[in-house]
């Protein structure tokens, strides 16, 4: 998997874990859902996102430098 795929992944992760934390534990989960999608509205006008850079720290390689699975 490449970078792209990850952060789509933990950020649907996240978005479902907090919607079901948000309708069993608490209607404050919902904040964290907000961030997280302005977040990908905020990558997608800079073209940078601090998980992406967490991922590359980590050797997660980039979608052009990834091979097919």
Same mark, same amino acid.
């Given at each position: =998997?490449?970078?792209? %795929?990850y952060? %789509?992944?933990i @950020?649907?992760?996240?978005?479902? @874990?907090? $919607?079901?934390? $948000?309708?069993?534990?608490?209607?404050?989960w919902?904040?964290?859902? *907000?961030?997280?999608? !302005?977040?990908?509205?905020?990558s @997608?006008?800079?073209?940078?996102?601090? =998980?992406m850079?967490f991922l %590359?720290?980590l *050797?997660?390689p980039? @979608?052009?430098? $990834?091979? !097919?699975?």
């Amino acid at each position: =998997m490449n970078v792209e %795929r990850y952060l %789509r992944l933990i @950020a649907g992760a996240i978005v479902v @874990a907090t $919607a079901v934390l $948000a309708a069993f534990h608490s209607p404050y989960w919902l904040l964290f859902t *907000g961030f997280v999608g !302005l977040n990908l509205v905020q990558s @997608a006008f800079t073209n940078w996102c601090p =998980m992406m850079t967490f991922l %590359r720290k980590l *050797g997660v390689p980039d @979608a052009h430098n $990834a091979t !097919l699975p």
